[in-house]
Protein backbone atom coordinates (compact mmCIF):
# COMPACT_ATOMS: atom_id res chain seq x y z
CA UNK A 1 0.00 0.00 0.00
CA UNK A 2 1.44 3.12 -0.99
CA UNK A 3 1.42 5.98 2.26
CA UNK A 4 1.24 9.52 1.42
CA UNK A 5 2.68 12.03 3.38
CA UNK A 6 1.83 15.80 2.38
CA UNK A 7 3.82 18.55 4.03
CA UNK A 8 1.72 22.22 3.28
CA UNK A 9 3.95 25.60 3.76
CA UNK A 10 1.34 28.22 5.02
CA UNK A 11 -0.48 29.43 7.18
CA UNK A 12 -3.62 26.74 8.14
CA UNK A 13 -6.13 29.73 8.29
CA UNK A 14 -5.86 29.62 4.03
CA UNK A 15 -4.42 26.57 4.03
CA UNK A 16 -7.05 24.69 5.28
CA UNK A 17 -9.33 26.12 2.85
CA UNK A 18 -7.74 23.95 0.11
CA UNK A 19 -8.57 20.35 1.09
CA UNK A 20 -11.73 18.29 0.87
CA UNK A 21 -15.06 18.29 2.81
CA UNK A 22 -15.19 14.94 5.40
CA UNK A 23 -11.77 13.82 3.93
CA UNK A 24 -9.79 13.39 7.20
CA UNK A 25 -10.08 10.41 9.81
CA UNK A 26 -7.63 12.25 12.52
CA UNK A 27 -6.85 15.59 13.13
CA UNK A 28 -3.85 15.35 16.21
CA UNK A 29 -2.11 18.66 16.67
CA UNK A 30 -0.60 21.33 19.16
CA UNK A 31 -1.05 24.45 18.45
CA UNK A 32 0.61 27.38 19.57
CA UNK A 33 -0.34 28.24 22.94
CA UNK A 34 -1.40 31.66 24.05
CA UNK A 35 1.64 33.84 24.45
CA UNK A 36 4.14 31.12 24.52
CA UNK A 37 7.55 31.05 22.34
CA UNK A 38 6.54 34.41 21.32
CA UNK A 39 10.15 35.08 20.09
CA UNK A 40 9.54 31.55 18.24
CA UNK A 41 6.55 31.67 16.39
CA UNK A 42 4.69 34.35 17.15
CA UNK A 43 2.43 34.68 20.30
CA UNK A 44 -1.26 34.75 20.26
CA UNK A 45 -2.58 36.50 23.63
CA UNK A 46 -5.00 34.83 25.34
CA UNK A 47 -7.61 37.76 25.10
CA UNK A 48 -7.35 36.79 21.50
CA UNK A 49 -6.72 33.03 21.09
CA UNK A 50 -10.63 32.28 20.80
CA UNK A 51 -11.20 34.82 18.21
CA UNK A 52 -7.83 33.44 16.21
CA UNK A 53 -8.46 29.92 16.59
CA UNK A 54 -12.43 29.66 15.39
CA UNK A 55 -11.80 30.33 11.91
CA UNK A 56 -9.37 27.16 12.14
CA UNK A 57 -11.41 24.97 14.11
CA UNK A 58 -14.20 26.19 11.38
CA UNK A 59 -12.53 24.54 8.30
CA UNK A 60 -11.38 21.40 10.78
CA UNK A 61 -15.16 20.95 11.25
CA UNK A 62 -15.68 20.91 7.45
CA UNK A 63 -12.77 18.81 6.47
CA UNK A 64 -13.37 16.08 9.61
CA UNK A 65 -15.10 12.79 8.46
CA UNK A 66 -18.54 12.35 10.53
CA UNK A 67 -16.80 9.48 11.85
CA UNK A 68 -12.79 11.25 12.54
CA UNK A 69 -11.96 12.82 15.30
CA UNK A 70 -9.85 15.45 16.52
CA UNK A 71 -7.44 15.79 19.26
CA UNK A 72 -6.24 18.98 20.00
CA UNK A 73 -3.59 19.19 22.63
CA UNK A 74 -3.28 22.54 24.66
CA UNK A 75 -2.37 23.64 28.31
CA UNK A 76 -3.53 27.31 29.57
CA UNK A 77 -0.72 28.50 31.87
CA UNK A 78 -0.86 30.64 34.92
CA UNK A 79 -0.14 34.37 34.84
CA UNK A 80 -0.68 37.12 37.61
CA UNK A 81 -2.25 34.91 40.15
CA UNK A 82 -4.91 33.03 37.92
CA UNK A 83 -5.39 30.61 35.40
CA UNK A 84 -6.02 31.37 32.30
CA UNK A 85 -9.57 30.51 30.91
CA UNK A 86 -9.20 30.71 27.28
CA UNK A 87 -9.45 26.93 26.74
CA UNK A 88 -12.24 26.83 28.54
CA UNK A 89 -13.83 29.40 26.78
CA UNK A 90 -12.76 27.71 23.29
CA UNK A 91 -14.52 24.53 24.47
CA UNK A 92 -17.67 26.72 24.85
CA UNK A 93 -17.22 27.93 21.44
CA UNK A 94 -16.57 24.98 19.98
CA UNK A 95 -19.76 23.48 20.98
CA UNK A 96 -21.72 26.30 19.30
CA UNK A 97 -19.82 25.89 16.24
CA UNK A 98 -21.77 22.24 16.01
CA UNK A 99 -18.48 20.35 17.90
CA UNK A 100 -19.22 17.60 20.77
CA UNK A 101 -16.72 17.64 23.18
CA UNK A 102 -16.46 14.24 23.53
CA UNK A 103 -13.76 13.10 25.75
CA UNK A 104 -10.69 15.10 27.96
CA UNK A 105 -7.12 13.25 28.27
CA UNK A 106 -4.58 13.87 30.40
CA UNK A 107 -1.01 13.52 29.15
CA UNK A 108 1.04 13.59 32.84
CA UNK A 109 4.52 14.67 32.10
CA UNK A 110 6.38 11.63 33.84
CA UNK A 111 9.71 13.86 34.32
CA UNK A 112 8.85 17.57 34.23
CA UNK A 113 11.31 19.81 35.76
CA UNK A 114 11.02 20.24 39.49
CA UNK A 115 10.71 23.66 40.83
CA UNK A 116 9.16 26.16 43.10
CA UNK A 117 6.47 28.98 42.89
CA UNK A 118 4.75 30.74 45.94
CA UNK A 119 0.96 29.74 45.26
CA UNK A 120 1.15 26.66 43.11
CA UNK A 121 3.11 23.66 42.36
CA UNK A 122 4.55 22.59 39.12
CA UNK A 123 2.70 22.01 35.93
CA UNK A 124 3.00 18.05 35.61
CA UNK A 125 -0.42 17.93 32.99
CA UNK A 126 -1.70 19.18 29.72
CA UNK A 127 -4.80 18.56 28.30
CA UNK A 128 -5.71 16.39 25.19
CA UNK A 129 -9.29 17.94 24.38
CA UNK A 130 -11.01 14.74 21.94
CA UNK A 131 -14.09 17.00 19.79
CA UNK A 132 -16.15 14.80 17.06
CA UNK A 133 -18.77 15.62 15.08
CA UNK A 134 -21.30 12.40 15.40
CA UNK A 135 -21.98 10.92 18.73
CA UNK A 136 -21.25 7.75 16.61
CA UNK A 137 -17.23 7.58 15.55
CA UNK A 138 -14.45 5.19 14.62
CA UNK A 139 -12.73 3.84 18.10
CA UNK A 140 -10.40 0.96 18.25
CA UNK A 141 -10.15 0.36 21.71
CA UNK A 142 -8.83 -3.19 21.39
CA UNK A 143 -5.57 -1.50 19.57
CA UNK A 144 -4.49 0.55 23.44
CA UNK A 145 -5.40 -2.21 25.86
CA UNK A 146 -2.65 -2.46 28.00
CA UNK A 147 -1.62 -5.47 30.61
CA UNK A 148 -3.69 -6.39 33.25
CA UNK A 149 -0.61 -6.58 35.42
CA UNK A 150 -0.48 -7.84 39.53
CA UNK A 151 -2.18 -5.48 41.31
CA UNK A 152 -5.44 -7.13 40.44
CA UNK A 153 -4.30 -10.18 42.63
CA UNK A 154 -3.03 -7.92 45.71
CA UNK A 155 -6.61 -5.54 45.31
CA UNK A 156 -8.80 -8.74 44.45
CA UNK A 157 -8.43 -11.01 47.21
CA UNK A 158 -9.43 -7.80 49.64
CA UNK A 159 -12.73 -7.83 48.22
CA UNK A 160 -15.88 -9.39 49.68
CA UNK A 161 -17.91 -11.58 47.34
CA UNK A 162 -21.12 -8.51 47.10
CA UNK A 163 -18.08 -6.87 46.09
CA UNK A 164 -17.33 -8.70 43.38
CA UNK A 165 -20.67 -8.58 42.03
CA UNK A 166 -22.00 -5.84 40.12
CA UNK A 167 -23.08 -3.23 42.43
CA UNK A 168 -23.08 0.10 43.47
CA UNK A 169 -18.95 0.67 45.28
CA UNK A 170 -19.38 1.04 49.44
CA UNK A 171 -16.06 2.21 49.92
CA UNK A 172 -15.97 4.45 46.47
CA UNK A 173 -12.82 2.13 45.13
CA UNK A 174 -13.80 2.09 42.43
CA UNK A 175 -14.88 -1.87 42.28
CA UNK A 176 -18.11 -0.87 41.64
CA UNK A 177 -18.45 -2.73 38.74
CA UNK A 178 -18.39 -6.35 38.71
CA UNK A 179 -14.55 -6.73 37.81
CA UNK A 180 -13.81 -10.33 38.81
CA UNK A 181 -14.06 -11.19 35.21
CA UNK A 182 -10.80 -8.87 34.19
CA UNK A 183 -9.40 -11.45 36.94
CA UNK A 184 -8.70 -13.63 34.02
CA UNK A 185 -7.95 -11.20 31.10
CA UNK A 186 -4.23 -10.82 30.41
CA UNK A 187 -5.55 -7.24 28.86
CA UNK A 188 -7.62 -4.44 30.36
CA UNK A 189 -8.49 -1.12 28.54
CA UNK A 190 -6.74 2.06 29.57
CA UNK A 191 -8.21 5.17 31.53
CA UNK A 192 -7.91 8.60 30.59
CA UNK A 193 -5.04 9.39 31.94
CA UNK A 194 -1.61 9.17 29.41
CA UNK A 195 1.54 8.93 31.56
CA UNK A 196 4.75 9.79 29.08
CA UNK A 197 7.79 11.12 29.23
CA UNK A 198 8.00 14.63 27.72
CA UNK A 199 11.47 14.01 26.05
CA UNK A 200 11.20 13.64 22.30
CA UNK A 201 13.71 12.06 19.40
CA UNK A 202 13.84 15.65 18.15
CA UNK A 203 16.36 18.30 19.71
CA UNK A 204 15.44 21.50 16.79
CA UNK A 205 11.95 22.58 17.61
CA UNK A 206 11.30 24.46 20.89
CA UNK A 207 7.47 22.38 21.58
CA UNK A 208 7.79 19.27 19.78
CA UNK A 209 5.60 16.70 21.84
CA UNK A 210 6.87 12.70 22.11
CA UNK A 211 6.05 10.05 19.28
CA UNK A 212 4.58 8.62 21.65
CA UNK A 213 1.44 11.13 22.12
CA UNK A 214 0.34 11.08 18.77
CA UNK A 215 1.14 7.37 18.51
CA UNK A 216 -1.31 6.34 21.21
CA UNK A 217 -4.01 8.25 19.30
CA UNK A 218 -3.76 7.50 15.61
CA UNK A 219 -3.98 3.41 17.56
CA UNK A 220 -7.08 4.41 19.29
CA UNK A 221 -8.52 6.33 16.32
CA UNK A 222 -7.69 5.37 13.26
CA UNK A 223 -6.77 2.07 10.83
CA UNK A 224 -3.91 1.54 8.51
CA UNK A 225 -4.57 3.55 5.55
CA UNK A 226 -6.55 6.30 6.87
CA UNK A 227 -5.32 10.01 6.69
CA UNK A 228 -4.58 11.92 9.81
CA UNK A 229 -3.98 16.06 9.46
CA UNK A 230 -1.71 18.21 11.62
CA UNK A 231 -2.38 21.80 10.93
CA UNK A 232 0.39 22.80 13.25
CA UNK A 233 2.71 20.69 12.49
CA UNK A 234 6.26 22.31 13.74
CA UNK A 235 8.83 19.13 12.99
CA UNK A 236 6.40 16.95 11.94
CA UNK A 237 6.13 14.09 14.76
CA UNK A 238 2.48 13.35 13.95
CA UNK A 239 3.70 12.69 10.16
CA UNK A 240 6.23 11.05 11.03
CA UNK A 241 4.70 8.28 13.37
CA UNK A 242 1.63 8.29 10.68
CA UNK A 243 4.08 7.49 8.19
CA UNK A 244 5.50 4.74 10.72
CA UNK A 245 2.10 2.86 11.43
CA UNK A 246 0.76 3.24 7.56
CA UNK A 247 -1.48 6.31 7.47
CA UNK A 248 -1.43 8.86 5.27
CA UNK A 249 -0.81 12.42 6.21
CA UNK A 250 -1.12 16.14 6.22
CA UNK A 251 0.89 18.49 7.75
CA UNK A 252 0.90 21.96 7.25
CA UNK A 253 3.24 24.56 8.64
CA UNK A 254 3.78 27.92 8.37
CA UNK A 255 7.33 28.42 9.15
CA UNK A 256 9.68 27.25 5.82
CA UNK A 257 12.33 25.87 8.19
CA UNK A 258 10.27 23.72 10.31
CA UNK A 259 8.73 22.61 6.83
CA UNK A 260 12.31 21.22 6.06
CA UNK A 261 13.06 19.36 9.29
CA UNK A 262 9.98 17.64 8.95
CA UNK A 263 11.34 16.57 5.27
CA UNK A 264 14.74 15.96 7.26
CA UNK A 265 12.59 13.51 9.40
CA UNK A 266 10.63 11.89 7.41
CA UNK A 267 11.03 8.85 5.00
CA UNK A 268 11.77 9.95 1.58
CA UNK A 269 10.19 8.18 -0.69
CA UNK A 270 6.51 9.61 -0.16
CA UNK A 271 7.03 13.40 0.54
CA UNK A 272 5.69 16.03 -1.72
CA UNK A 273 6.74 19.46 -0.66
CA UNK A 274 3.54 21.97 -1.84
CA UNK A 275 3.89 25.54 -2.23
CA UNK A 276 0.31 26.66 -1.38
CA UNK A 277 0.64 30.10 -2.92
CA UNK A 278 0.14 28.34 -6.23
CA UNK A 279 -3.48 28.12 -6.56
CA UNK A 280 -3.94 24.26 -7.87
CA UNK A 281 -7.78 23.54 -7.04
CA UNK A 282 -6.99 19.87 -5.40
CA UNK A 283 -3.54 19.95 -3.83
CA UNK A 284 -2.88 16.25 -4.15
CA UNK A 285 -2.74 16.93 -7.72
CA UNK A 286 0.14 19.28 -8.40
CA UNK A 287 2.97 18.70 -6.89
CA UNK A 288 5.81 21.48 -6.98
CA UNK A 289 8.56 18.64 -6.69
CA UNK A 290 8.65 15.03 -5.16
CA UNK A 291 11.40 14.50 -2.82
CA UNK A 292 12.35 10.66 -3.72
C1 LIG B 1 3.46 23.64 19.37
S1 LIG B 1 4.25 23.67 17.82
C2 LIG B 1 3.93 22.07 17.17
C3 LIG B 1 5.07 21.11 17.44
C4 LIG B 1 4.83 19.75 16.85
N1 LIG B 1 3.77 19.04 17.54
C5 LIG B 1 6.11 18.91 16.89
O1 LIG B 1 6.11 17.83 17.51
O2 LIG B 1 7.11 19.37 16.36
C6 LIG B 1 3.17 24.68 16.87
C7 LIG B 1 3.64 24.92 15.45
O3 LIG B 1 2.62 25.64 14.76
C8 LIG B 1 3.23 26.52 13.83
N2 LIG B 1 2.25 27.56 13.51
C9 LIG B 1 1.91 28.66 14.24
N3 LIG B 1 0.92 29.34 13.64
C10 LIG B 1 0.61 28.64 12.51
C11 LIG B 1 -0.37 28.81 11.50
N4 LIG B 1 -1.20 29.86 11.50
N5 LIG B 1 -0.43 27.89 10.49
C12 LIG B 1 0.42 26.83 10.47
N6 LIG B 1 1.37 26.62 11.41
C13 LIG B 1 1.45 27.50 12.43
C14 LIG B 1 4.47 27.03 14.56
O4 LIG B 1 5.45 27.49 13.66
C15 LIG B 1 4.91 25.76 15.32
O5 LIG B 1 5.88 25.05 14.61
Given at each position: ??????????????????????????????????????????????????????????????????????????????????????????ILEMRKQGWLWTEEFIWHKKN??????????????????????????????????????????????????????????????????????????????????????????????????????????????????NTVLDPFMGSGTTNIVAQRMG??????????????????????????????????????????????
Amino acid sequence: MMIRTDILQGDCRDVLATLADNSIDLIFTSPPYADQRKTTYGGITPDRYVEWFLPITEQLLRVLKPTGTFVLNIKEKAAKGERSTYVLELILEMRKQGWLWTEEFIWHKKNCYPGKWSNRFRDAWERLLQFNKDRRFNMYQEAVMVPTGDWKHKRLAKLSATDKIRDTSKTVSGFGKNISHWLDRPQAYPSNVLHLATECANKNHSAAFPEALPEWFIKLFTQDGNTVLDPFMGSGTTNIVAQRMGRNSIGIEIQTEYCELAKQRLEPAAIKLFDIKQNYGTFTENPLYAVH
